[in-house]
C-alpha cells in the first residue's frame, strides 16, 4: 500500500496523539480536516494492510500482578525451527528473535504469575529445544515503554515519561483484573469504540475513558494509541542495547529520560552474575541510524561497555497481549 501524504498524517496521530475521548476519531477528523467516517475508513484499510498492528494500549503486567523477564538462550541452529513452533504456542512469551550475540543467539520475553514459576516455564521450554545455556534477566523496573515511529524521520521517537516506583495492581485499584485484560485487547475500529466494554461492566463510556486516563498517569496503561508495523513504514532494524557502568541504576533512569529514540528502557536483575543490566530498544530505518543513537545512549550513560545486539529474525510476528 502506497502512503499518501493524509495517510502518513493519520499514523502519526494515531500513535501520538490518540484522543481521550469516547469518540476519538471525531477528534482526529476534526484535527486534520476529513469527515469521521473517512477517518475509521482509512484506519480500517491501515489495519488490514498490516501497516498498523493495532489500536489500543498494553496493561503493565505488574498490574495483573505478574512477573517478567527478558531470557538469553543458546539454542543450537538445528533446532531453532523446533524452538519457534513451541513458543509460537507460549501466550506469555513475547519480544521473540533471533539476535547477532556472539553466543545467545536466541533472546524472548517471558512472563508467569511468580519468579518461581518463571524459572520453571524457561527451564522446560529450553529443555524441550535442546538449549546449551541461558540468562533470566528479570525485569526491575519498566522506566519507558512507548512504541512511537517517526515515519517522516525514519526513528523511533517519543518524549520520556514519568517514571512510576511502584505499579498499583488491578486489586488495589479496586477494579476486576477482567476488565486490565479487555483493556489489553485492540481496540474496535468504530464511531465509538469504548462501548462495548463499558457496557461489559455497567460503566458511562465517558467514565471508562477517565479510568483509562487515570491508568495511564499511575503507569499501569502505557503505549496508548496505534501500534505500526515498522517494515511497513521503513523501520526495518531494531537494535537492543546492554549497557554496563558504574552506576546502573542512575545510568539506567538517566537513558529513560533522555535517549528520546528509545522505545523500551528497562532495568534488570540476573539470576547469574552478567554486567549488562540495562536495556533500552532502538528502531530505525538503518542500522546507521541506530549507530548514531547508541552513541548518545552512551554518552548519556557514561557506559564503560555495551552491546548493540541486532534483530536477525522474529520468532514471533505480530501484536503483543
Known amino acids: ?7 502518513k498524517k493519520l499514523i502519526m496521530e494515531l ?43 498494553y496493561v503493565n503486567f505488574r498490574a495483573k500482578g505478574m512477573e517478567g523477564a527478558l531470557i538469553a538462550a543458546e539454542i543450537p541452529t538445528e533446532n531453532l525451527e523446533k524452538y519457534r513452533k513451541i513458543t509460537l504456542a507460549i501466550k506469555e512469551l513475547t519480544h521473540n528473535y533471533i539476535r547477532n550475540h556472539p553466543k545467545y543467539n536466541v533472546w524472548f520475553v517471558l512472563k508467569a ?8 516455564n524457561v527451564e522446560k521450554i529450553i529443555e524441550e529445544t535442546g538449549g546449551r545455556d541461558y540468562v533470566i534477566l528479570f525485569s526491575k523496573k519498566t522506566l519507558k515503554l512507548s512504541v512511537k515511529y517517526d515515519i517522516i524521520r525514519g526513528v523511533s521517537y517519543s518524549e520520556p515519561e514519568e517514571i512510576h516506583e511502584k505499579i498499583p495492581t488491578a486489586e488495589e485499584l479496586g477494579i476486576p483484573k477482567e476488565l486490565l485484560k479487555d483493556l489489553s485487547l485492540p481496540l474496535q475500529i468504530t464511531s465509538r469504540p469504548f462501548r462495548n466494554i463499558a457496557e461489559k461492566y455497567n ?3 465517558s467514565e471508562l475513558v477517565e479510568l483509562i486516563k487515570e491508568l495511564k498517569e499511575k503507569g499501569v496503561i502505557k503505549d496508548y494509541g496505534a501500534t505500526v508495523n ?3 513504514v521503513g523501520i526495518k532494524e531494531n537494535a537492543m542495547m546492554l549497557v554496563n557502568s558504574d552506576d546502573i541504576e542512575s545510568s539506567c533512569y538517566n537513558l529513560a529520560k533522555n535517549l528520546k529514540e528509545a522505545t523500551h528502557v528497562v ?18 530505518a538503518d542500522k546507521k541510524i541506530i549507530f548514531e543513537v547508541a552513541k548518545k545512549g552512551v554518552e548519556i550513560t557514561k557506559a564503560k561497555s555495551y552491546m548493540l545486539l541486532f534483530s536477525l529474525d522474529n520468532l514471533k510476528p505480530g501484536i503483543v497481549i
Request: with cysteine; hydrophobic share 30%; glycine share 4%.
Open 1 to 7: 500500500m502506497e502512503l499518501s501524504e493524509i495517510d
Open 15 to 57: 500513535e501520538y496523539h490518540f484522543p481521550f475521548n469516547e469518540k476519538p476519531f471525531s477528534e482526529i477528523s476534526e484535527r486534520l480536516g476529513i469527515t469521521e467516517d473517512e477517518i475509521i475508513k482509512k484506519t480500517k484499510e491501515l489495519l488490514s494492510n498490516e501497516i498498523i498492528k493495532r489500536v489500543g494500549m
Open 113 to 120: 504469575e511468580n519468579k518461581d514459576k518463571l524459572k520453571e
Open 203 to 205: 460503566m458511562k463510556e
Open 230 to 232: 515498522g517494515d511497513k
Open 267 to 284: 532495568l534488570r536483575e540476573s539470576d547469574k552474575k552478567w554486567d549488562y543490566l540495562c536495556y533500552a530498544m532502538i528502531h530505525g
